[in-house]
């Protein structure tokens, strides 16, 4: 009933750019929190940043002052702007948002995460 789907993971250099993007999409009424997470091999996945809807935002301090998340509230879009990337960056990239779905009349919460998006960054 409820997907996000992600894009713009890739390959690039360290010191480049790239934008993921994740749009959600079905039965939704509303979304609270959106954020990203990522997975390096052989680690746990991790927080990256996060998003209210009304546009507070919370950071990893790992990657504070090169990231920057933003959202589109009337697309539900979330975004990450990833800049001076670095080798450590690389992992699987995840979207997830906290989201009020609704069936018929029924309405009620939902944490969905999309299926994840690669990023390499070459040294």
């Known amino acids: 009933q409820v997907q996000l789907a992600e894009s713009g993971g890739g390959l690039v250099q360290a010191g480049g750019s790239l934008r993921l993007s994740c749009a959600a999409s079905?039965?939704?009424?509303?979304?609270?929190?959106m954020g990203w997470y990522r997975q390096a091999p052989g680690k746990q996945r991790e927080l990256v940043a996060t998003i209210t809807s009304g546009g507070s935002t919370k950071y990893a301090d790992s990657v504070k002052g090169r990231f920057t998340i933003s959202r589109d509230n009337a697309k539900n879009t979330v975004y990450l702007q990833m800049n001076s990337l670095k080798p450590e960056d690389t992992a699987v990239y995840y979207c997830n948002a906290d989201l009020i779905y609704y069936s018929g009349s029924y309405y009620g919460d939902l944490e969905s995460w999309g299926q994840g998006t690669l990023v390499t960054v070459s040294s």
């Open positions: 079905g039965n939704i009424f509303s979304i609270n929190d």
